[in-house]
Protein backbone atom coordinates (compact mmCIF):
# COMPACT_ATOMS: atom_id res chain seq x y z
CA UNK A 1 0.00 0.00 0.00
CA UNK A 2 1.12 3.56 -0.94
CA UNK A 3 1.12 6.06 1.22
CA UNK A 4 -0.60 9.28 0.68
CA UNK A 5 1.75 12.55 1.41
CA UNK A 6 0.27 15.72 1.83
CA UNK A 7 2.55 18.83 0.53
CA UNK A 8 1.45 22.48 0.65
CA UNK A 9 2.45 24.11 -2.53
CA UNK A 10 1.50 27.09 -4.37
CA UNK A 11 0.46 26.60 -8.18
CA UNK A 12 2.48 28.19 -10.46
CA UNK A 13 0.43 29.19 -12.85
CA UNK A 14 -2.87 30.84 -10.98
CA UNK A 15 -1.09 31.38 -7.25
CA UNK A 16 -3.07 29.47 -5.20
CA UNK A 17 -2.40 27.16 -2.51
CA UNK A 18 -2.64 23.82 -2.76
CA UNK A 19 -2.08 20.15 -1.34
CA UNK A 20 0.26 18.00 -3.94
CA UNK A 21 0.73 14.20 -3.60
CA UNK A 22 3.65 14.53 -5.07
CA UNK A 23 7.26 16.59 -4.75
CA UNK A 24 7.57 17.37 -8.40
CA UNK A 25 3.52 18.26 -8.35
CA UNK A 26 3.59 22.35 -9.79
CA UNK A 27 0.09 23.09 -10.56
CA UNK A 28 -3.32 22.81 -8.52
CA UNK A 29 -5.08 21.29 -11.71
CA UNK A 30 -4.93 20.05 -14.82
CA UNK A 31 -6.38 23.50 -15.77
CA UNK A 32 -3.44 25.71 -14.28
CA UNK A 33 -1.03 22.62 -15.77
CA UNK A 34 -2.24 23.36 -19.79
CA UNK A 35 -2.55 27.09 -19.41
CA UNK A 36 1.28 26.79 -17.93
CA UNK A 37 2.31 24.19 -20.80
CA UNK A 38 0.61 26.60 -23.41
CA UNK A 39 2.45 30.03 -22.18
CA UNK A 40 5.74 27.81 -22.28
CA UNK A 41 5.07 26.53 -25.96
CA UNK A 42 4.55 30.41 -26.58
CA UNK A 43 7.37 31.98 -25.09
CA UNK A 44 9.62 29.85 -27.44
CA UNK A 45 7.68 29.89 -30.32
CA UNK A 46 8.39 33.66 -29.60
CA UNK A 47 12.17 33.20 -28.27
CA UNK A 48 12.00 31.37 -31.81
CA UNK A 49 11.00 34.20 -33.92
CA UNK A 50 12.84 36.69 -32.21
CA UNK A 51 16.08 34.93 -33.20
CA UNK A 52 14.99 34.48 -36.35
CA UNK A 53 14.62 38.31 -37.10
CA UNK A 54 18.02 38.77 -36.08
CA UNK A 55 19.76 36.48 -37.73
CA UNK A 56 17.75 37.65 -40.38
CA UNK A 57 19.15 41.36 -39.22
CA UNK A 58 22.41 40.58 -38.80
CA UNK A 59 22.78 38.39 -42.50
CA UNK A 60 21.11 41.85 -44.12
CA UNK A 61 23.74 43.95 -42.42
CA UNK A 62 26.75 42.24 -43.42
CA UNK A 63 24.98 41.21 -46.67
CA UNK A 64 26.25 45.15 -47.54
CA UNK A 65 29.74 44.54 -46.23
CA UNK A 66 32.73 44.60 -48.79
CA UNK A 67 34.68 41.61 -46.83
CA UNK A 68 33.28 38.54 -45.07
CA UNK A 69 34.25 36.13 -42.70
CA UNK A 70 34.15 32.37 -44.46
CA UNK A 71 30.86 31.43 -41.93
CA UNK A 72 29.47 34.73 -43.28
CA UNK A 73 30.15 33.92 -46.98
CA UNK A 74 28.43 30.71 -46.01
CA UNK A 75 25.47 32.29 -45.11
CA UNK A 76 25.46 34.68 -47.97
CA UNK A 77 25.86 31.69 -50.79
CA UNK A 78 23.44 29.47 -48.68
CA UNK A 79 26.55 26.69 -48.54
CA UNK A 80 28.30 24.87 -45.73
CA UNK A 81 31.05 26.66 -44.07
CA UNK A 82 33.01 23.31 -44.66
CA UNK A 83 32.44 23.94 -48.06
CA UNK A 84 33.67 27.39 -48.05
CA UNK A 85 36.65 26.39 -46.53
CA UNK A 86 37.38 23.50 -49.39
CA UNK A 87 36.48 26.40 -51.84
CA UNK A 88 39.35 28.22 -50.50
CA UNK A 89 41.73 25.90 -50.11
CA UNK A 90 41.02 24.59 -53.98
CA UNK A 91 41.27 28.04 -54.37
CA UNK A 92 37.95 28.43 -56.15
CA UNK A 93 36.70 31.45 -53.51
CA UNK A 94 40.17 33.70 -53.45
CA UNK A 95 40.68 35.12 -49.76
CA UNK A 96 43.10 36.73 -47.84
CA UNK A 97 44.88 36.05 -44.28
CA UNK A 98 45.13 38.97 -42.20
CA UNK A 99 45.82 39.27 -38.55
CA UNK A 100 45.04 35.69 -38.38
CA UNK A 101 41.39 36.04 -39.85
CA UNK A 102 40.33 34.83 -43.13
CA UNK A 103 38.76 37.77 -45.72
CA UNK A 104 36.79 36.81 -48.66
CA UNK A 105 36.13 40.09 -51.09
CA UNK A 106 32.19 41.10 -52.12
CA UNK A 107 34.30 42.07 -55.69
CA UNK A 108 35.25 38.15 -55.96
CA UNK A 109 32.53 36.64 -55.43
CA UNK A 110 30.85 38.67 -57.88
CA UNK A 111 33.74 38.27 -60.25
CA UNK A 112 33.78 34.46 -59.59
CA UNK A 113 30.23 34.87 -61.15
CA UNK A 114 30.81 37.24 -63.90
CA UNK A 115 33.65 34.24 -64.86
CA UNK A 116 31.58 31.81 -64.68
CA UNK A 117 32.01 28.85 -66.77
CA UNK A 118 29.33 27.63 -69.25
CA UNK A 119 26.83 25.50 -67.47
CA UNK A 120 27.41 22.31 -69.05
CA UNK A 121 24.96 19.17 -67.83
CA UNK A 122 26.27 16.27 -66.39
CA UNK A 123 25.99 13.20 -68.79
CA UNK A 124 25.69 9.65 -67.43
CA UNK A 125 28.58 8.08 -68.38
CA UNK A 126 28.05 4.82 -70.57
CA UNK A 127 30.11 1.81 -69.79
CA UNK A 128 32.00 0.81 -72.23
CA UNK A 129 30.87 -2.43 -73.57
CA UNK A 130 33.46 -5.36 -72.94
CA UNK A 131 34.63 -6.89 -76.15
CA UNK A 132 37.33 -8.86 -74.69
CA UNK A 133 36.91 -12.44 -73.20
CA UNK A 134 39.69 -14.62 -72.00
CA UNK A 135 39.97 -17.95 -70.20
CA UNK A 136 42.17 -18.33 -67.51
CA UNK A 137 44.26 -19.90 -69.58
CA UNK A 138 44.80 -17.74 -72.40
CA UNK A 139 45.27 -14.98 -69.72
CA UNK A 140 48.17 -16.71 -67.97
CA UNK A 141 49.66 -17.10 -71.50
CA UNK A 142 48.36 -13.87 -72.72
CA UNK A 143 50.20 -11.71 -69.63
CA UNK A 144 52.59 -14.44 -69.15
CA UNK A 145 52.15 -14.37 -65.19
CA UNK A 146 50.95 -16.93 -62.62
CA UNK A 147 48.50 -18.90 -61.86
CA UNK A 148 48.50 -17.94 -58.02
CA UNK A 149 49.17 -14.33 -58.87
CA UNK A 150 45.86 -13.79 -61.13
CA UNK A 151 44.32 -15.81 -58.73
CA UNK A 152 45.37 -13.35 -55.73
CA UNK A 153 44.24 -10.12 -58.31
CA UNK A 154 41.08 -12.07 -59.46
CA UNK A 155 39.55 -12.23 -55.49
CA UNK A 156 41.05 -9.12 -54.62
CA UNK A 157 38.14 -7.28 -56.97
ZN1 LIG B 1 -3.58 26.87 -10.23
Wanted: aromatic share 10%; proline share 3%; net charge positive.
Amino acid sequence: MSSTIDINKICEWCGKEFIAHKCSTRFCSKRCSEHAYKDMRRKAHVETENRRTEQKVKKKHFASEQFFTPRQCAVLLGIGKSSVYRCLAEGIIPCIRLKGKTLISRASIDKMFENAPEYVRREKKEAEPIEEFYTTKEVLEKFDISNSWLFKIATER
